[in-house]
């Protein structure tokens, strides 16, 4: 199956506000086959979770969204029926929320809450649904899964919550999971698990993933491919092994700092933290977006830049090798 | 839950004690009320007599004792204007109460929370500012110019209502709009307001995310959680309905017990006064105590917190 998954190609998403348009994502490009997992990076507030909530059709009311194109599985997202949607959520691609605490409803019952996306999508008796159910919980590593059901949002913890939240989003086994930074909100010493089991779980069901982390690590680990965000554009995209053998762009490379290789990067490294101010996206944006923190910064990179292609990796600097091979000179 | 209620209803039960204590005191407050039972043409001697055939001479912890014995058993005395026993005199005008305060805070449901729901899906939209204007309108205008507004128009010159007695279902007609239009106002706030907050959170996305559609998201997911504090609010407000209403009940002429209250006052009718005072702080109390347990009922938090 060669024909890809999801196919993203120009996404742009502009937020009017008080003072002009806020260009929020600004022509992103990512594809993704069944069954691999991309993982996007980057600060917070580059545009990560708006990307994702712009494939599952659930941005805010006044986020004008556009694309060139945006399939899933052959249907054109951006022009699909409300109804279409509807029927994708949930079903086909389930999407698992940064936030633990808040995003399960107060008044319903876990178990009630479980089989809802069930129920919609699928003609099960309400039995088996709630058997799915325990089967989920069970394979997310909660313990006494039957009696879990009638418990309420308020009486679980937050690791326990999140695990809820991916059976939730496991219940009609899709088969894209978007997962925006499922652990950020948890305790260090679970994230770590909770991922892993993610992961596996993905493996399993031979789902395509898009997992937002800051967690290097675990990209390392997990990543079939990596895109990198920055400032609401997509600095530099390809398969793992080039992103952190041969990072280009110099905002990668400040993320990455000492160039970790996969499986030989700590579990729980933090992306690098660079110095600078992250410019306005208000109004109109012109040339590098990074060009306020980059070491390599020119009088060029005010213009328009070129995107350099090698094979499935791509990054956007005016230097062919985005100043790669003279940071090695510096640091050797 | 159960010790949460049982808490409630302990301290509802202070309450209610504490009020039936004032509401018996009065009796002293006003005056002496042997002089106001004997008539202002008695002399000293009658009103002793007087004082002693009603055993106000007594401390007056046992003669609270006594009333308030007599009262749980449901006589509340004899009315000193009427000269009837207050508990009959009571009840009948209670069921127009009751009746109006029934009616009243059903149709302030019926048109608030609907309002509310639809002004908090589509924030400064036309219905937005028309219920704005309703609940602006309603706090602002006096009951009293409200319902005669409506007797004019619709009574006097349409011809389409009576404008006032009890005769009918009819007859309730206009004090209900006015008597809930009174109501209205709070609860539409607190429904668009608590609509709005709800509708923003995390747990509406996920239910976007599941994939259901608007109407399952609005009501399932949101609504249920909007009501909550609406329900309790609406449960103090019947409480203060079945007292309040006296402005209502004396433009349209409904013979009820807050109507019968005010008389009761004008004519110094103690017994029946206190009787009233008593029942509007019961009713007020139930209905607090209600809005209560029908809030831990709603909110699972409440349940086992
Ligand atoms: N509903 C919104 N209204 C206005 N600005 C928004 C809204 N949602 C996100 N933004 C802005 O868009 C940018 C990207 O946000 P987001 O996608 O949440 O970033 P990330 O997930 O990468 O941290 C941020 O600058 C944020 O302030
Ligand atoms: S284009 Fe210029 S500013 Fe942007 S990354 Fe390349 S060198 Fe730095
Ligand atoms: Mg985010």
Known sequence: ?332 | MLQFILKRLGLAVLVAFTVSFISFSLLFLSGDPAAALAGETASGEDIEAVRRLYGFDRPMLVQYAEWLTAALRGDFGESYYFRLPVSSLIAERLSVTMTLGVCGITFALLTAVPLGVVAAIRPNSLVDRIALFVSVAGQAMPSFWFGLILIVVFAIQLGWLPPSGTASWEHFIMPTIVLGYYAMPAIMRLTRAGMLDVLSSDYIRTARAKGANERRVLFRHALRNAIIPVVSLAAVQMGFMLGGSIVVESIFALHGAGYLAWESIARNDLPTVQALILIFSMFYIVFTFLADVLNAWLDPRMRTG
Request: glycine content about 10%; overall charge neutral; hydrophobic content about 40%.
């Open chain 1, 1 to 332: 199956m060669s024909e890809p998954l999801l196919d993203v190609r120009n996404l742009t998403l502009d937020i009017p506000t008080g003072s002009g348009t806020l260009h929020a994502v600004r022509g992103i490009d990512f594809d993704l086959k069944r069954g691999e997992t991309l993982c996007i990076v980057g600060e917070s507030g580059s545009g990560k979770s708006l990307t994702s909530l712009a494939l599952m059709g659930l941005l805010g009311k006044g986020i004008k969204r556009s694309a060139d194109r945006m399939t899933f599985d052959g249907t054109e997202l951006t022009t699909a029926s409300t109804r279409r949607m509807r029927a994708l959520r949930g079903d086909r691609m389930a999407m698992i929320f940064q936030e633990p605490m808040t995003s399960l409803n107060p008044a319903y019952t876990i178990g009630d809450q479980l089989v809802e996306a069930l129920l919609l999508h699928r003609k099960v008796s309400r039995q088996a649904a709630r058997a799915r159910a325990v089967e989920l919980l069970e394979k997310v590593g909660i313990t006494a899964a039957e009696s879990r059901l009638s418990q309420y949002p308020h009486q679980l913890s937050g690791g326990l919550r999140q695990r809820v939240m991916i059976a939730m989003a496991l219940m009609c086994e899709p088969e894209l999971i978007i997962a925006d930074e499922p652990t950020t909100a948890l305790d260090v010493t679970i994230q770590a698990q909770i991922l892993r089991l993610l992961y596996d779980l993905g493996r399993e069901m031979n789902m395509a993933m898009i997992l937002i982390t800051h967690d290097l690590g675990v990209v390392a680990r997990v990543a079939d491919k990596v895109a990198v965000m920055y400032a609401g554009e997509l600095v530099e995209t390809g398969p793992v092994g080039d992103i952190f053998n041969a990072p280009s762009h110099p905002y990668t490379r400040g993320l990455l700092r000492c160039i970790p290789l996969p499986g030989k990067t700590a579990r729980g490294s933090q992306l690098g933290t660079i110095p600078g101010i992250v410019p306005s996206l208000v109004g109109e944006v012109e040339g590098c977006v990074f060009r306020t923190r980059c070491p390599h910064a020119v009088m060029e990179c005010r213009g328009a830049i070129p995107k350099r292609q090698d094979g499935e990796h791509a990054f956007r600097c005016i230097f062919p090798d985005g100043k790669r091979h003279s940071e090695k000179e510096l640091t050797a």
